[in-house]
């Protein structure tokens, strides 16, 4: 190689081995108080777990998932898709950057609302943007989506169209369908008791 | 005043086209005269003859790179406003395999192709021809490849973060292989017969 790339080269690894050794700045942003007092105010964070269900069942690539539970009940069951993210590790190198991925919709849950909403409130004030909370977490994400739903005599039209969707969701879920489903729930057929009617008897004698 | 400029809304979004036009014809008229117009210079690198394109682009991937980190660390650049093209794997090994097949049988890539156009290259505008072919097809056939293209999605992924390391530490290796690589090539560059086009 020219002496005049060699010395280029070798500027490029010193200024490359500059960003090593510079002292590492705390660049992050904080949200004002007024703004983030005003979205904890906002009920535009939370997502339903019919919302988020679809999304998934959509397979949609802007949703991202983040169950914050421990690693060992993310090990056992979570929703399709998610990353599991501590609270503890919030903002290391690798979850800053899933958190701060522009084009993603994250939404926290965990088993109840109550840690989703701790981290909502730590991302919110560190002006991380579009996060989402499925409110209930996954303790409303089974109950609706896992457990049956049958419908009664008189649920309008738009709980049948839920109750149907929540059916299929299930299946999707878990490959078992509507069927199975209900007989989860009910009881067990009631034995029909057979009524015979008594023989006729013949008309003695006759004209 | 923070970069980029028109995401922080320093500079007007109605801009976009004016700046995509004036960067286009810049990075046009840096492949014509890295002669990436000639398809015999690209398929150079297959045959170990020529080694421009990977040294350009490899020269291009590094000096940006240092030079994002360095504006950043100076407060000149807002980290968080860069679009980051999301990954979705299982599409980008399939289109990474079929766009090398591409390059390899066609001697060019779409932007080199275009600049073989603009120059009045025949065989850049054959490949341009097919290129807008297949688009097309891919397009009208979309829904057909749908779940292809969506799976495997991994967000806007950053490289460093799949080593689990800082992005300066992973520049750094980047352009120690980098350089490194410049100097294999003209190591082979050496040892193989050179080719008059």
């Given at each position: 190689m020219e002496r005049k790339y060699t010395i280029l080269a070798v500027l490029l690894i010193v200024l490359a081995l500059g960003l090593v050794i510079l002292p590492k700045k705390n660049d992050r942003k904080e949200t004002d108080p007024k703004i983030l007092l005003s979205s904890i105010a906002e009920r535009s964070r939370y997502l339903t777990t019919d919302q988020v269900t679809h999304r998934i069942i959509e397979n949609d690539p802007t949703l991202l998932l983040i169950d914050l539970r421990s690693a060992g009940q993310f090990k056992a069951f979570s929703l399709p898709g998610a990353v599991n993210i501590l609270p503890d590790s919030l903002f290391s190198q690798t979850n800053n950057e899933l958190l701060n991925q522009s084009g993603k919709d994250k939404v926290f849950f965990a088993n109840s609302d109550l840690e989703a909403e701790k981290v909502w409130l730590i991302c919110t004030r560190f002006s991380v943007k579009r996060i989402y909370i499925m409110k209930g977490g996954m303790n409303e994400w089974f109950n609706t989506i896992i457990k049956p739903t049958v419908a009664s005599a008189t649920s309008s039209s738009a709980e049948l169209d839920l109750i149907s969707f929540r059916n299929a969701a299930r299946q999707f879920f878990t490959g078992t369908g509507q069927a199975t489903a209900q007989s989860a729930t009910s009881k067990s057929p009631e034995k029909v008791q057979v009524v015979r009617k008594a023989a006729t008897r013949s008309a003695g004698g006759g004209c | 005043m923070i970069g980029p400029i028109i995401s922080s809304g320093?500079?007007?979004?109605?801009w976009d086209n004016i700046f995509a036009l004036i960067l286009g014809m810049g990075f046009g008229f840096a492949l014509e005269s890295s002669g990436f117009s000639s398809s015999r210079k690209i398929i150079g690198t297959f045959f170990g003859y020529d080694f421009v394109v990977v040294k350009v682009f490899f020269t291009a991937a590094i000096v940006a790179s240092v030079g994002l980190l360095y504006l950043s660390y100076f407060g000149l650049?807002?980290?968080?406003l860069l679009y980051i093209q999301p990954t979705f794997l299982t599409s980008a090994i399939v289109g990474g395999i079929i766009m090398g097949i591409g390059f390899a049988m066609g001697g060019f890539c779409p932007g080199t192709s275009l600049a073989a156009c603009a120059v009045g290259r025949i065989d850049g505008m054959v490949f341009f021809g097919g290129m807008f072919i297949g688009v097309f097809l891919f397009s009208e056939s979309f829904p057909i490849f749908e779940n292809m293209y969506y799976s495997g999605s991994q967000g806007a992924k950053m490289i460093n973060s799949a080593f689990g390391i800082s992005p300066e530490l992973f520049t750094f290796f980047l352009v120690l292989a980098a350089v490194g690589m410049f100097f294999g090539a003209a190591w082979v560059q050496k040892k193989v017969k050179k080719v008059e086009y």
């Amino acid at each position: 190689m020219e002496r005049k790339y060699t010395i280029l080269a070798v500027l490029l690894i010193v200024l490359a081995l500059g960003l090593v050794i510079l002292p590492k700045k705390n660049d992050r942003k904080e949200t004002d108080p007024k703004i983030l007092l005003s979205s904890i105010a906002e009920r535009s964070r939370y997502l339903t777990t019919d919302q988020v269900t679809h999304r998934i069942i959509e397979n949609d690539p802007t949703l991202l998932l983040i169950d914050l539970r421990s690693a060992g009940q993310f090990k056992a069951f979570s929703l399709p898709g998610a990353v599991n993210i501590l609270p503890d590790s919030l903002f290391s190198q690798t979850n800053n950057e899933l958190l701060n991925q522009s084009g993603k919709d994250k939404v926290f849950f965990a088993n109840s609302d109550l840690e989703a909403e701790k981290v909502w409130l730590i991302c919110t004030r560190f002006s991380v943007k579009r996060i989402y909370i499925m409110k209930g977490g996954m303790n409303e994400w089974f109950n609706t989506i896992i457990k049956p739903t049958v419908a009664s005599a008189t649920s309008s039209s738009a709980e049948l169209d839920l109750i149907s969707f929540r059916n299929a969701a299930r299946q999707f879920f878990t490959g078992t369908g509507q069927a199975t489903a209900q007989s989860a729930t009910s009881k067990s057929p009631e034995k029909v008791q057979v009524v015979r009617k008594a023989a006729t008897r013949s008309a003695g004698g006759g004209c | 005043m923070i970069g980029p400029i028109i995401s922080s809304g320093i500079v007007s979004q109605a801009w976009d086209n004016i700046f995509a036009l004036i960067l286009g014809m810049g990075f046009g008229f840096a492949l014509e005269s890295s002669g990436f117009s000639s398809s015999r210079k690209i398929i150079g690198t297959f045959f170990g003859y020529d080694f421009v394109v990977v040294k350009v682009f490899f020269t291009a991937a590094i000096v940006a790179s240092v030079g994002l980190l360095y504006l950043s660390y100076f407060g000149l650049l807002d980290f968080s406003l860069l679009y980051i093209q999301p990954t979705f794997l299982t599409s980008a090994i399939v289109g990474g395999i079929i766009m090398g097949i591409g390059f390899a049988m066609g001697g060019f890539c779409p932007g080199t192709s275009l600049a073989a156009c603009a120059v009045g290259r025949i065989d850049g505008m054959v490949f341009f021809g097919g290129m807008f072919i297949g688009v097309f097809l891919f397009s009208e056939s979309f829904p057909i490849f749908e779940n292809m293209y969506y799976s495997g999605s991994q967000g806007a992924k950053m490289i460093n973060s799949a080593f689990g390391i800082s992005p300066e530490l992973f520049t750094f290796f980047l352009v120690l292989a980098a350089v490194g690589m410049f100097f294999g090539a003209a190591w082979v560059q050496k040892k193989v017969k050179k080719v008059e086009y």
